[in-house]
């Protein structure tokens, strides 16, 4: 799960909170685990608590559109 020398060139990652296998809320504090530095945006279509995801640098609403995404990861990046 991300390790390497890739993992340091990322400069956001997405999440899908409804996923097969293991759910966003899962996956989450394993992420930050294991790069911290690296911003977590969570998509979702419904999200019925915020706190269990802490540490997500961002949540945006499904469907969400192209700009909104754009503006999202720019401002994460920027402050980073």
């Given at each position: 799960l991300l390790s390497g020398p890739e993992a340091s060139d990322l400069k956001a990652l997405l999440l899908d909170l409804s996923m097969p296998k293991l759910s966003g809320e899962q996956l989450l504090p394993l992420l930050k685990a294991r790069v911290p530095h690296v911003p977590v945006i969570v998509l979702s279509?419904?999200?019925?608590?915020?706190?269990?995801?802490?540490?997500?640098?961002?949540?945006?609403?499904?469907?969400?559109?192209?700009?909104?995404?754009?503006?999202?990861?720019?401002?994460?990046?920027?402050?980073?």
């Open positions: 279509g419904y999200v019925d608590d915020r706190a269990m995801l802490e540490g997500a640098s961002a949540v945006l609403q499904k469907p969400v559109g192209v700009r909104a995404l754009e503006e999202t990861l720019r401002s994460i990046v920027r402050t980073r």
